[in-house]
């Protein structure tokens, strides 16, 4: 059958995360490195597609093929990894522990910010020229967003955290039912129509996604952002890191586990 029932694909994802956990330290830094620099430049296709017809939602529901890409080359996400990885040791699978899913993460979150680091430098170079030339249209959008979504919380104070953090939880529900919906199907085209429902939604509504931010943010330095690194990490990829790991993790990962692999007592018939 073409689609999994949800005991099933929950079975896949603790076996996926298994796999994840015990992966060579090569493998998932290659892995974590391709999928972060696929997500920068999805994400930079995006945003010329918002800039050139002026319709954030034609970029949105075109965003969502680099996620479908990365996925089906089996490169990891961390927002994925957070999902996924925890599960193992939640269902005490052998040689499962919290210090191998700490590894896990450290590695990916390195190799990701590695490949958005890699495109951020490429797209700066296209669209000054080489550094010659003053950033085109394209490149000053990158450079307000990067102000708008640092300074713009900062200016709010605990106010401005608590968005950032809840937008970051909401981004990585929807990203990670991305990763889980993909798993329900068993052909290329019924997990690409699965992802990209979610991501879409995700894109559109602004939520704050960690890894596309170690693209926007770097770029956005390099072509004239009035922010600093510093705002980045603090009023940004930092409490973006916490709030995917919330969302993917209780929205997501637990949830099903709980319910669909882990099921409770049925209740007696009075």
Known sequence: MAYLAPVEFVTKMVDAGESKLFMSTRDTLIRAYMAGAILALSAAFAITVNVNTGNPLVGALLFPVGFCLLYLLGFDLLTGVFTLVPLAVLDKRPGATWSGVMRNWSLVFAGNFAGAITVAVFMSIILTFGFTEPPNAVGQKLGTIGEGRTLGYAAHGAAGMLTLFIRGVMCNWMVSTGVVAAMMSTTVSGKVIAMWMPILVFFYM??????????????????GGQFTFMDYLLWNELPTVVGNLVGGLTFVGATLYSTHYKTAPRRAIA
């Open 206 to 223: 602004g939520f704050e996604h960690s890894i596309v931010n170690m693209f926007l943010f770097p770029a956005g330095l390099m072509l």
